[in-house]
Structures are given as structure tokens and as C-alpha cells.
């Protein structure tokens, strides 16, 4: 039974990752929904890897390209440099207060119903009022507008705000079109969420027992998966009909939270 919740999580995880709608709080609300022990948020943070590895997949032709390209093309060096300077605000974050957030704000689903409202206003604001697109290619991406978003994905480590949902909105707001903003939000979660899943793995490596390590395979591989198929169509539903569907989401489930702990139905 502990292994099939593994793997309903690490669907979870891999469907919500690269939605702008916060894979962290979906995961620790229905994991105390299902009754999944998870202390510290460790399963939560390690089963990530396997998103990245369907990210990596997926635009490995862009990758390798680049990486082939890095010693001769200052465009392949620009894009990794774009890259590397919208990841190190959240490295930053991350060392000073990622143990504050994981023992303090990842047990209160009051934070995430917040964190998920005002992140769907937020994200409305954006799509309404953000300035004409000058960047249609994520690779093209102006340092100085790669660090805004990088300082936008600080705010992603409060749970229910969305590391894809903050980088995307900064994107926007920094003039990259839809389709570039998603990309480039895919681009940096493989650095971000690869230091994260390194700090929880030094953290925790000599207290895996086997049980806990195969929950965590069986997650990781649920979730490259699951990733693997939410991508692209995620993409192609960007570009059709923009973030607000994801907005509105949001909106609605944070609502939603905040009657049921109201209610008395989920532990505030």
C-alpha cells in the first residue's frame, strides 16, 4: 500500500511540476490527505529528480546542442550563462531558509491556501497588464531579465506560490512571450531542483532505510512518467489559451482550502 501511494504521488508530482500551480503543496496535502509519512518533506523534494530527467529528455536534442556548441558559439554561451545567473538567487535562498520553510511553512496549508490565491491574482495581473513580448526564444533570454526571474523563483520556496508559476510570471513580466517563459521556467528548474535534490540527499542519505528508499524510486519513476506526457501538451495549452485557466485554479483551490480548514475538515 505505501508503494502505490509512492507512486499516486509521484504521478502527482509529475503532472504539477511544470504546472504553474505548485507540485509542493498538491503533494503535502494529499499525502496527509492518504496519510503518507513524510518527514521533512524529503520524499517530496527527492521524487523531483524525476521531473528533471523528463525535462532533460525531452529538450535533450537543445541541450546537447548547446553543450556541443559552448567552447565556439557565444549564443550557446549566453544561454547557459542566462541559466546559471537565474538559478543562484534561489541557491541563496534555499542555504539561509529552506530549513525555516520545510520544518515551519510546509505544515500549514493555511499558508499554501494564501500562497495560492494571491498567486493566481498575481498571475492574472501579468497576463493582463505585462509589457509587449521582446524575447520569443528562451535561449535569447538578456541576462539582466534572466535575473529578474531568477529572484522571482525565490519566492517559490514557500509552498503553494509554484516554482514553474513564479519563474513563468517573471518571465512575462520581463517581456518574454508565453512559450519562452515556459521554456526558460523548464531550463532552470534542472540546476534549481537538481541543488535541492542534492542538499536533501546529503542531508538524509546515511537515514534511508530500504523501505524508504524504494517508496522513493517508485516516486521518482511515477513522476519521470508522468512528466514525460504533461510537457508538451502543457505547452501547446499555453500558447492557445495563456496562464489564466491555471489562475483561476489556483484561486479556486485556495478558496476551497480555506472553507475546508474552516470546516474543520483539514488541520490548519
Not at 567552447?71 to 541559466?83: I, N, Y
Not at 517563459?181 to 542534492?198: H, K, L
Not at 524508504?212 to 495549452?237: D, H, N, Q, Y
Request: charged share 10%.
Amino acid at each position: 500500500m505505501t508503494l502505490l501511494l509512492a507512486a499516486l504521488l509521484g504521478i502527482v508530482q509529475g503532472v504539477t511540476e511544470f504546472l504553474p500551480i505548485s507540485s509542493t503543496a498538491h503533494l503535502l496535502l494529499i499525502a496527509e490527505a492518504v496519510g503518507f509519512d513524510d518527514p521533512g518533506g524529503v520524499f517530496t523534494v527527492m521524487i523531483q529528480l524525476g521531473s528533471i530527467f523528463a525535462v532533460v529528455w525531452v529538450y535533450r536534442a537543445r541541450l546537447v546542442g548547446a553543450a556541443a556548441k559552448i567552447g565556439t558559439s557565444p549564443e550557446a554561451r549566453h544561454f547557459a550563462a542566462a541559466v546559471i545567473v537565474a538559478t543562484i538567487p534561489a541557491l541563496f535562498a534555499g542555504a539561509f531558509f529552506a530549513d525555516f520553510i520545510q520544518s515551519v511553512l510546509y505544515k500549514s496549508p493555511r499558508v499554501f491556501a494564501g500562497a495560492f490565491i494571491v498567486g493566481g491574482l498575481v498571475m492574472l495581473l501579468v497576463e493582463r497588464f505585462r509589457p509587449a513580448p521582446v524575447v520569443v526564444a528562451a535561449e535569447q533570454t538578456p541576462l539582466p531579465r534572466a535575473l529578474g526571474i531568477g529572484l522571482c523563483q525565490m519566492l517559490a520556496l514557500v509552498p503553494g506560490v509554484s516554482r514553474s508559476g513564479a519563474t513563468i510570471v517573471g518571465g512575462l513580466a520581463m517581456g518574454l512571450d508565453r512559450s519562452a517563459a515556459a521554456e526558460f521556467s523548464f531550463f532552470v528548474a534542472i540546476p534549481t531542483m537538481s541543488a535541492a535534490f542534492a542538499h536533501e540527499f546529503l542531508q538524509v542519505h546515511d537515514q534511508l532505510t530500504a523501505a524508504r528508499s524504494a517508496e522513493i524510486a517508485v516516486g521518482f519513476v511515477a513522476a519521470f512518467l508522468s512528466s514525460l506526457l504533461i510537457i508538451k501538451p502543457f505547452l501547446s495549452l499555453v500558447r492557445r489559451a495563456g496562464f489564466a485557466p491555471f489562475a483561476w485554479y489556483r484561486i479556486a483551490l485556495g478558496v476551497g482550502l480555506l472553507l475546508a480548514i474552516g470546516a474543520g475538515w483539514v488541520r490548519g
